[in-house]
């Protein structure tokens, strides 16, 4: 028996939560009922949790119920393998694997709230440490784990991030389209939206628009809060988008800017890659790593390079782009990664 802490499931999605779906809805499949899922009360995500037969148990959430009602129920069931797909898990728990996608909560800790800080930063370094395996989502952040971390590479398993269907074709065409420049993530300050209005103010283009796409997330620091008072005519900024409401607007796009100052993956640029638009993005390593030499790249700490990338981008001639070795990012490439390491830890036991 295999146990999932499906957390996940209770929690908006952002991209450690898709990373934790779309494996686990392809190793349920493959594994049917060898693989349990379990979480506490609070479930956001109900067709979900009905395709991967989750069970709520407990009564606490959160970490509380990550360190009290799981360890409990993993010891009254034999102390089965567990696979924590959120960065943290049972503390005391060696039999589990814990997905650690970046070092953002060490590298950009003011960024955070303060209770969320100070448990990652206590909490993630001994799982590391005691767990049989990490995953990650990139090259660039299994170095930064073995470095921060202190565990020895070989304990740490590199899973890409995949591409979505809905990302692979096109999207709908938008009645009544106007012009816009589009920008997805999550309202975090490491995202460098800040940076991105001032630049996009500075275009000599006027009539184009900004679309910002993306969810306020309550344990990021509060200095994000006047986002959203930006008073920029021209800048939309789009909440609660489904993921095929979002290939139109990748669809439709003139280019996608994502000038981020970290990442331990980035899945928007994956699916802005997926939909062939041009993209404008960060000098940072794991931008590398992913688009290659197939993007314009900019210093993210430097408006006036922002603002000009904006600008090459748009005068390029080519409407969409041909983008090299797509097949890196396939879910089923990645739930592949996990199921062999699965057997692997399954035969040595």
């Not at 620091?221 to 021209?234: G, H, I």
């Not at 900024?237 to 409401?245: G, K, Y």
Request: charged share 25%.
């Amino acid at each position: 028996m295999i146990i999932v802490n499906a957390r996940f499931l209770t929690q908006p999605v952002t991209g450690v939560q898709r990373f934790a779906i779309e494996i686990s809805k392809i190793i349920k499949k493959r594994l049917g009922d060898k693989v349990h899922f379990i979480t506490h009360p609070g479930i956001l995500h109900h067709k979900l949790a009905e395709e991967l037969k989750a069970e709520v148990i407990g009564l606490n959430r959160s970490h509380i119920w990550e360190q009290i009602d799981l360890p409990l129920y993993l010891s009254m069931n034999k102390r089965p393998l567990l696979i924590s797909f959120g960065y943290t898990g049972p503390l005391f728990y060696r039999n589990q694997i814990v997905s650690i996608h970046d070092m953002a909560f060490k590298y950009y800790k003011e960024t955070f709230s303060k209770s969320f800080s100070y448990l990652y930063n206590f909490l993630v370094p001994k799982i590391a440490k005691k767990c049989l395996h990490v995953f990650t989502v990139s090259k660039t952040a299994k170095n930064e784990l073995a470095k921060e971390l202190g565990i020895p590479k070989e304990k740490i398993t590199v899973v890409y991030n995949g591409l979505s269907d809905v990302f692979k074709t096109g999207g709908q065409t938008i009645t009544n389209k106007e012009k816009y420049i589009l920008t997805v993530s999550s309202h975090h300050p490491r995202k460098n939206y800040p940076r991105l209005l001032e630049a996009f103010s500075m275009l000599d283009n006027k009539s184009i628009k900004l679309y910002v796409v993306g969810n306020e997330i309550k344990h990021f620091s509060s200095s994000m809060d006047k986002l959203n008072d930006v008073s920029v005519e021209r800048v939309k900024f789009l909440t609660n988008i489904s993921d095929e409401l979002l290939s139109s607007y990748y669809e439709n796009a003139e280019l996608f800017v994502f000038p981020s100052l970290y990442e331990g993956f980035g899945i928007p640029l994956v699916e802005a890659m997926g939909m062939r638009l041009k993209c404008v993005i960060s000098d940072i390593p794991v931008f590398r790593e992913i688009a290659k030499e197939n993007a314009i790249f900019v210093n993210p700490k430097d408006v006036e390079s922002i603002k000009e990338g904006i600008e090459i981008g748009l005068k390029l001639d080519k409407n969409r782009m041909s983008y090299d070795n797509m097949s890196r990012f396939s879910w089923n490439t990645s739930a592949n990664k996990v199921l062999k390491l699965l057997n692997q830890i399954e035969k040595q036991n």
